[in-house]
């Protein structure tokens, strides 16, 4: 092998391994090579040759930084959080006392910019999956996720439970959206399915359209839809025309294949229409949402408004809710509504302290049964 073949293929790996720092040296790479040329130790042909192929590594380089980036920060994002709570509840027959709440670790990531993943579990109780799901990102206006996720429906659903501004759901979520009451059971908001979603019409960077529809099996979390053949549709819309102010709309169709149905061997209609709104500020927040629900035959509906207020930015909040629901609005009498004080106090992104008291409210025959509701998060 000739001596000046060498001696440029040397100079080729030590320019594209060996950092130069401006500071350090005031020369690029191409005075070098200008400085080399001048001084007779390679030709120009040689010079022009190392550009070329110092071009081309390059342009290999940013092809695998745009499809596989695969660096830690990316690939795994690891995180958790535990909520320990104390309920001293008046209603006669139960019983004050702490619990574990919730106990979470979620893995998630982006094996490239067009792939991600996430794996979320709780081991508060029976331990149990929540989330698990695959993203494929085709674009800002263009998602599709497959697995098991949140049901694209209400704001106050699709709100990660961490960063709640009080420490229960409101009754109509809870009853319509996949929660505690709902006809189907508590599945935790979440159901399997595939979802399309995605966000458009950006004005400085910000999106003023967001959309997800999805198709369900209906049946819940971590069960195969073994009842029928049908479907469950959920499809939300969402305008934010100015910075923090949002409103929009969600809808669900869908079958109650779980519980006791209104006619004997059929499937019954599930059905949700939801609104909501909200105006978000750095240190005062007020959002709202009404549902009506069907089940069977059987209407239901409700609503909430909540507002906060950060006395120390970022530190102390105040939150106050009005929360009413009708499980049957044919029936006179049945309504039940909170009103719910309170106060956060953040020691950081992950951690805080929330109490609140709620008066509880129903027509007909009165119950004691208000509540005061002490939660410790701690995460990670």
Same mark, same amino acid.
């Given at each position: &092998?000739?001596?000046?073949?060498?001696?440029?293929? +040397?100079?080729?790996? $030590?320019?594209?391994?060996?950092?130069?720092?401006?500071?350090?040296?005031?020369?690029?790479?191409?005075?070098?090579?200008?400085?080399?040329?001048?001084?007779?130790?390679?030709?120009?042909?040689?010079?022009?040759?190392?550009?070329?192929?110092?071009?081309?590594?390059?342009?290999?380089?940013?092809?695998?930084?745009?499809?596989?980036?695969?660096?830690?920060?990316?690939?795994?994002?690891?995180?958790?959080?535990?909520?320990?709570? #104390?309920?001293?509840?008046?209603?006669?027959?139960?019983?004050?006392?702490? /619990?574990?709440r919730r106990a979470r670790l979620d893995l998630k990531g982006s094996?490239?910019?067009?792939?991600? #993943?996430?794996? !979320?579990? /709780? +081991?508060?109780?029976?331990?149990?999956?929540?989330?698990?799901?695959?993203?494929?990102?085709?674009?800002?206006?263009?998602?599709?996720? $497959?697995?098991?996720?949140?049901?694209p429906f209400s704001y106050e659903n699709l709100a990660a439970d961490?960063?709640?501004?009080?420490?229960?759901?409101?009754?109509?979520?809870?009853?319509?959206?996949?929660?505690?009451? /709902?006809?189907?059971?508590?599945?935790?908001?979440?159901?399997?399915?595939?979802?399309?979603?995605?966000?458009?019409?950006?004005?400085?960077?910000?999106?003023?359209?967001?959309?997800?529809?999805?198709?369900?099996?209906?049946?819940?979390?971590?069960?195969?839809?073994? $009842?029928?053949?049908?479907?469950?549709?959920?499809?939300? !819309?969402?305008?934010?025309?100015?910075?923090?102010? =949002?409103?929009?709309?969600? =809808? =669900?169709?869908?079958?109650?294949?779980?519980?006791?149905?209104?006619? $004997?061997?059929?499937?019954?209609?599930? /059905?949700?229409?939801?609104?909501?709104?909200?105006?978000?500020?750095?240190?005062?927040?007020?959002?709202?949402?009404?549902?009506?629900?069907?089940?069977?035959?059987?209407?239901?509906?409700?609503? #909430? !408004? &909540?507002?906060?207020?950060?006395?120390?930015?970022?530190?102390?909040?105040?939150?106050?809710?009005?929360?009413? #629901?009708?499980?049957?609005?044919?029936?006179?009498?049945?309504?039940?509504?909170?009103?719910?004080?309170?106060?956060?106090?953040?020691?950081?992104?992950?951690?805080?302290?929330?109490?609140?008291?709620?008066?509880?409210?129903?027509?007909?025959?009165?119950?004691?049964?208000?509540?005061?509701?002490?939660?410790?998060?701690?995460?990670?």
């Amino acid at each position: &092998m000739k001596i000046s073949t060498i001696f440029r293929t +040397f100079f080729f790996i $030590a320019v594209l391994l060996i950092p130069i720092e401006e500071s350090t040296y005031s020369q690029s790479s191409n005075d070098i090579l200008n400085l080399l040329i001048a001084n007779k130790s390679i030709t120009q042909q040689q010079a022009d040759s190392i550009r070329a192929e110092a071009a081309l590594k390059q342009q290999e380089v940013d092809a695998n930084k745009k499809t596989f980036p695969l660096n830690t920060s990316s690939l795994f994002q690891f995180s958790g959080y535990s909520q320990v709570r #104390y309920q001293q509840l008046q209603e006669s027959g139960k019983t004050s006392g702490f /619990d574990i709440r919730r106990a979470r670790l979620d893995l998630k990531g982006s094996i490239t910019p067009f792939f991600g #993943y996430r794996l !979320l579990a /709780d +081991f508060a109780g029976s331990p149990k999956i929540i989330d698990a799901y695959t993203e494929i990102k085709f674009a800002d206006y263009f998602t599709i996720t $497959a697995g098991q996720f949140k049901i694209p429906f209400s704001y106050e659903n699709l709100a990660a439970d961490r960063e709640l501004e009080v420490i229960d759901r409101s009754q109509v979520v809870e009853a319509l959206v996949a929660r505690s009451k /709902d006809i189907l059971g508590n599945t935790n908001g979440r159901d399997i399915g595939i979802q399309a979603g995605g966000t458009f019409l950006k004005i400085n960077g910000a999106p003023i359209v967001e959309y997800s529809v999805a198709v369900l099996n209906g049946s819940g979390v971590n069960v195969a839809d073994t $009842a029928n053949s049908n479907k469950d549709i959920a499809a939300r !819309l969402v305008f934010t025309p100015l910075k923090g102010l =949002y409103f929009g709309g969600s =809808y =669900y169709n869908g079958w109650d294949k779980v519980s006791k149905p209104d006619v $004997a061997g059929k499937a019954q209609a599930r /059905d949700r229409l939801g609104f909501e709104a909200g105006y978000v500020l750095p240190r005062f927040s007020i959002r709202g949402e009404y549902i009506a629900g069907k089940d069977g035959k059987t209407d239901r509906s409700g609503w #909430y !408004l &909540m507002a906060g207020y950060f006395v120390l930015p970022q530190k102390l909040q105040f939150v106050v809710r009005y929360d009413t #629901y009708d499980p049957n609005i044919s029936k006179p009498d049945n309504t039940t509504t909170n009103y719910t004080i309170g106060g956060n106090f953040l020691f950081n992104k992950w951690s805080k302290l929330q109490i609140d008291y709620t008066f509880r409210s129903e027509q007909g025959i009165s119950v004691k049964n208000d509540y005061l509701a002490v939660q410790l998060q701690i995460g990670f």
